[in-house]
């Protein structure tokens, strides 16, 4: 059983940045994929952006691209959201995930253990 614990969400203006990270324990954290979801209010949730556990390529739902950054520090076991460019829309709690999978058009889905997620709030 993986554990992982968000940190780093906040109250921010529209154009701000905010930098998230996700600590994890529990597991061998290089052997897995990771990736970020988030759910705004009255909304179903969405997948974010994901890293691979090996080559590290990353992808994006086609709302952050060109805004957020996904990395991963194996040494640290930790994974990073910089967000960037923030628009109201972009208001959700943000999770993390292990064992994510991109399948395309925007389709993320997380077959591991989440966090508890931590808020984004962007006024404008």
């Known amino acids: 059983q993986v554990q992982l614990v968000e940190y780093g969400g906040g109250l921010v203006q529209a154009g701000g940045s905010l930098s998230l990270s996700c600590a994890t324990s529990?597991?061998?954290?290089?052997?897995?994929?990771m990736g970020w979801f988030r759910q705004a209010p009255g909304k179903e949730r969405e997948g974010v952006s994901s890293?691979?556990?090996?080559?590290?390529?990353?992808y994006y739902a086609d709302s952050v691209k060109g805004r957020f950054t996904i990395s991963r520090d194996n040494a640290k076991n930790t994974v990073y959201l910089q967000v960037n460019s923030l628009k109201p829309e972009d208001t959700a709690v943000y999770y993390c995930?292990?064992?994510?999978?991109?399948?395309?058009?925007?389709?993320?889905?997380?077959?591991?253990?989440w966090g508890q997620g931590t808020q984004v709030t962007v006024s404008s």
């Open positions: 529990g597991r061998t954290f290089s052997s897995y994929a």
């Open positions: 890293i691979s556990s090996s080559d590290g390529n990353t």
């Open positions: 995930a292990t064992d994510v999978v991109f399948y395309g058009s925007n389709w993320f889905k997380a077959f591991g253990s």
